[in-house]
């Protein structure tokens, strides 16, 4: 049968215009979706299908599917036939409506609608499901219902505008990715197993038992070294959009499974890896959120944590730190003396506009409290500036005149603005003020003041990382600021057998708006190299590794990769607030799913199967 010859399923009588075969429609029992109807489409007969939204008179009824509503309108000689049915009818029940379009009646249009100058006159209605009458919750985006009941109800969850927004932006986004990497540069999209075994390094991983008894595989947090043993496969453009694993806890907003656009390539740099990434996200990028322009800007680690106190700065806002340390050498303020006396000790400054005249001293303590969390040798001074632009704290009361009018000119002070200064080593200073630089935004914007604009999208790479970082546990030792497969900054490699703690990699993280969306780097590619990294400096055992330094040693190519966290970049597009948002099912934030009660027990005989005993 031709596609101008189809016709509704199950309908004897309507036909398909020969340009609906192919559109959102096809395929279905239906003409229209409930938003597309417009007064050109007056006296067509057609077939809705969806949801109950609202009922009045027993004589109007609103039906409602993703793309929009159309009223609907039961003529006075169908009334007692159609009473029958509609009477005491839930919302929320799915039906499936044959009607003809009409004009709405002269002071009955409404504008708020996109349907709104035209209804529908019903000739046949069928109740496809009737819903429940008692809902947890209503389906409508004015009403507020807690987080938990919305996951324990997903499916209901669901039907509101702003999750079936985002899934469908999700879904067309990926759709272009791939479109850009398959069609356009002809990636290889390879999926990689999900039994794995333990990797060493790195974020907890979950750990699933077998039928041999102590022996377990693991979920892998990536495919990183799937990834790489398709690089030496000669698999030389790879790509995949990929399920992910990460045993974190009860960290808030994240899910303990998550989705990454996973790409490797072999013969390739930094930069080639940095502009195959800014090409692929303008050419994925909504239209809506208008254009993105190319190249995005470059920071180095050190740049970003100097001047904004964090590795993946908010450069929306025009907030920077500034180093005081010249102008407190020679005074004798002890909490800045003892600090300015030894290494890597310094005095850092930030400036908040205008923050004194929106907030209280308990706010100003409560945000330097949090902002101290995890770090505890940092004093921290508050200066209050007076409404004639001078400086007011009793730590600087001992300051000579001409210092403290030097430090208004270097900071740029204005009456009302909050000044806060931190002493302390290394970037410790730099990373408390980088806190309350976005706490105290975060502030203000909950007082209605637009600090940051929400349509703004600033997208960043950093780069230069240190390779090593002091173990976070506090012992002795290094641990690899991201991976162990990270190759060295070219002009540091020889210093990796001296001194590792100064070593610069080759990793770069791609920021927008203060949120890290992705991170790569260029790759390990040497066997003898990656096993010293390994065994010598991370003090791990190689022999877990030993199928992948065989793999480097069967001429494996110079290569490197990205991989984009698809969750957290669709969150910050749609400008949620949690990156459950934008997933279909997610987990709580203690990594439980309220729906189906997971994690959950299993049966004794599965336990045998697979030789657990369960303390509790």
């Given at each position: ?39 050109p ?16 008179f ?36 799915v ?8 004009a ?12 709104g100058?035209?209804?529908?006159v ?27 009941l ?17 899934l ?30 333990k ?15 102590g ?80 190249p ?50 310094s ?32 004093n921290?001074?508050?200066l ?30 204005s ?46 790479w ?57 991170g ?5 590619h ?33 290569h ?17 607030n949690s ?38």
């Amino acid at each position: 049968m031709h596609c101008r010859d189809h016709w509704i399923a199950g309908s004897d009588s309507i036909f398909v215009e020969p340009w609906l075969w192919c559109n959102k429609v096809s395929y279905t029992a239906r003409s229209h979706t409930c938003g597309e109807l417009r007064l050109p489409d007056v006296k067509k007969d057609v077939v809705l299908c969806g949801w109950l939204q609202y009922e009045r008179f027993g004589l109007f009824l609103l039906l409602r599917d993703w793309h929009g509503m159309t009223q609907l309108v039961i003529p006075e000689d169908q009334k007692d036939v159609m009473s029958e049915k509609i009477t005491n009818l839930p919302f929320e029940s799915v039906l499936r409506v044959h009607g003809c379009v009409r004009a709405r009646p002269e002071g009955q249009t409404n504008e708020k609608m996109n349907t709104g100058e035209i209804e529908v006159v019903v000739k046949d209605l069928h109740i496809l499901n009737r819903c429940t009458p008692r809902l947890p919750f209503e389906i409508k985006d004015f009403f507020k219902v807690k987080e938990l009941l919305r996951m324990q109800y997903r499916y209901l969850d669901i039907r509101r505008h702003e999750l079936q927004r985002n899934l469908r932006l999700r879904s067309k986004m990926v759709m272009k990715m791939r479109q850009f990497l398959s069609e356009l540069h002809e990636f290889v999209e390879v999926e990689t197993p999900t039994l794995f075994r333990k990797t060493p390094g790195g974020a907890k991983e979950f750990v699933v038992p077998s039928r041999y008894a102590g022996k377990f595989y693991s979920l892998p947090q990536s495919p990183q070294q799937f990834k790489q043993l398709l690089m030496v496969g000669g698999i030389d453009r790879y790509y995949q959009i990929a399920r992910c694993y990460r045993d974190e806890g009860a960290k808030p907003d994240r899910q303990p499974e998550f989705t990454q656009v996973d790409i490797e390539m072999s013969f390739v740099d930094q930069e080639g890896i940095m502009r195959l990434t800014e090409e692929l996200v303008s050419w994925a990028w909504p239209e809506e959120k208008g254009v993105i322009s190319l190249p995005f800007r470059r920071m180095t680690y050190q740049e970003a944590m100097t001047k904004y106190g964090s590795d993946k700065p908010d450069t929306r806002l025009d907030m920077l730190i500034q180093d005081v340390s010249d102008m407190f050498k020679d005074t004798n303020i002890e909490m800045f003396h003892k600090v300015l006396g030894k290494d890597s000790g310094s005095v850092q400054a930030l400036r908040v506009p205008g923050f004194w005249k929106h907030c209280s001293n308990k706010d100003i303590e409560s945000l330097i409290t949090s902002a101290k969390k995890g770090i505890s040798d940092v004093n921290v001074v508050v200066l209050k500036i007076k409404d004639d632009a001078s400086l007011q704290s009793g730590v600087i009361k001992n300051m000579e005149e001409s210092g403290r009018k030097q430090l208004e000119k270097r900071l740029e002070i204005s009456d009302g603005d909050l000044v806060f200064m931190a002493a302390g080593f290394a970037f410790d200073p730099h990373t408390i003020l980088g806190r309350l630089r976005l706490s105290c935004a975060d502030l203000l914007e909950s007082k209605g003041l637009e600090v940051r604009d929400k349509s703004r999208f600033d997208f960043l790479w950093v780069h230069e990382f240190p390779l090593f970082l002091p173990r976070e546990d506090g012992a002795d030792g290094l641990e690899s600021a991201h991976h162990p497969f990270t190759a060295p900054h070219p002009d540091d490699v020889d210093v990796i057998y001296t001194h590792p703690e100064m070593v610069r990699s080759q990793h770069y993280d791609l920021v927008l708006n203060g949120n890290e969306i992705g991170g790569g780097s260029i790759r390990i590619h040497n066997s003898d190299l990656q096993r010293y990294v390994i065994e010598n400096i991370l003090k791990e055992n190689a022999e877990e590794l030993e199928h992948l330094l065989e793999a480097l040693d069967s001429g494996c190519p110079p290569h490197g990769g990205i991989a984009l966290g698809l969750d957290r970049f669709l969150a910050v597009i749609c400008g949620s607030n949690s990156i459950r948002d934008v997933i279909a099912f997610p987990k709580s934030h203690d990594g439980k799913d309220p729906m189906s009660k997971a994690p959950a027990d299993i049966s004794q005989d599965d336990m045998d199967r697979y030789h657990i005993s369960v303390t509790r």
